[in-house]
């Protein structure tokens, strides 16, 4: 599946995000766009004329491009697309939190130094919006999420005309956002057209061998046991993608913390449904789910933590949940187990 690339160009009228965006049809649009972007480049801040950049020619960059993303999933997608034409780094590792994350010196001297920044947007990356922005001016950026038709994505709750970012939670549309990031890596490297293709149709191939996957595991679940309450409100895609009921502790945005009334309001459900697990979040604080296990037992209804689950950042390495695919089934895998109910005892997952 082919995705649209949005992008900056240099010297057009800013829009209302501050930057000129616009959707493009095709992966061919895309690359007439990311090349302007890379012939403004050229000619950025008395910089060298077009063609004197090294690695930077109006013909597209030499391989391998040097592909700087902010989550993890996202350099795991670009490695899969990319293969060897691809040099990646992602800014935020294991157990960051992408809503809170600022940019160091070191990210901004990385993202200065890309071929190619790719980040979701929608808001995701909070505090480095306003980064990506700025850089758009003179290198190539693509925010995949914002590359998705707009009927695809989920409205926020509680913040009018924005949008969920956490678009990987649904694998199908995961997919769609891969091909995203394979049109930008296409426009600016075109002599690897045919590599990024092959690239993300196999990749594309194991996400949908993936995506039924979990559909058969979340089927085991008993239907009234379909309920997922976890830290903080990433999982709405995967609800509405698996059908299964998502609450979360915090709103879609880590940003404020949870309060008195969230708390009370989740232990009211847990013993109301006389659900049996809550799960944390590895790139969030288990404070506030531990004070809703603390106030469930409090009223006489034992919940146990049914696992970590890995929501806006991949896991460490050796972990099984360092590449996508594995984040996915450890997180699922856990799910399963702790709301199925026939493995009491078992609070870890894998
Ligand atoms: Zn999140």
């Known amino acids: 599946m082919e995705g649209r690339a949005t992008v900056g160009r240099t010297g057009a009228p800013a829009g209302r995000h501050g930057g000129w965006r616009r959707r493009w049809p095709g992966p061919l649009a895309a690359a007439l766009a990311l090349l302007a972007g890379v012939a403004g480049a050229c000619g950025d801040g008395g910089g060298p004329a077009s063609g004197e950049v090294p690695g930077i020619s109006v013909q597209g960059r030499r391989a391998p491009l040097r592909v700087v993303t902010t989550i993890g999933m996202l350099a795991d997608a670009a490695r899969a697309i990319g293969g060897e034409r691809v040099q990646v780094q992602a800014l935020m590792g294991p157990g960051v939190d992408p809503h809170l994350y600022k940019a160091s010196q070191s990210d901004l001297e990385l993202l200065r130094s890309a071929d190619l920044i790719a980040y979701v947007g929608l808001h995701l990356e909070g505090k480095m919006t306003s980064i990506f922005e700025r850089l758009r001016q003179r290198r190539p950026v693509v925010a995949v999420g914002e590359g998705l038709p707009p009927e695809r994505l989920r409205a926020a709750p509680g913040f009018a005309g924005t949008y969920d970012p956490h678009i990987w939670f649904d694998v199908g549309l995961w997919s769609e956002a891969c091909g995203v990031l394979a049109a930008a890596l296409q426009a ?131 972990s099984g949940a360092e590449t996508y695919l594995g984040m996915v089934r450890h997180n699922v895998r856990t799910i399963v187990q702790a709301l199925r109910g026939s493995s009491a005892g078992d609070t870890r997952g894998d």
Do not use: M, N
């Open 188 to 318: 600016l490297d075109p002599a690897g057209a045919e590599a990024y293709r092959a690239g993300l149709r196999a990749y594309q191939h194991e996400l949908a061998e993936l995506q039924a996957w979990v559909r058969e595991q979340i089927a085991t679940i008993p239907p009234r046991r379909r309920v997922l309450v976890t830290a903080h409100d990433a999982f709405g895609y995967f609800g509405r993608a698996y059908g299964i009921e998502v609450v979360g502790l915090q709103g879609i945005s880590t940003v404020s913390e949870a309060g008195l009334a969230d708390v009370a309001r989740l232990v009211d459900l847990l013993v109301e449904r006389e659900l049996p697990a809550i799960f944390v979040e590895s790139s969030v604080s288990d404070k506030g789910v531990r004070a809703v296990v603390a106030g469930a037992a409090a009223r006489g209804h034992q919940v146990r933590i049914g696992g970590t689950l890995y929501s806006d950042a991949l896991g460490p390495e050796g």
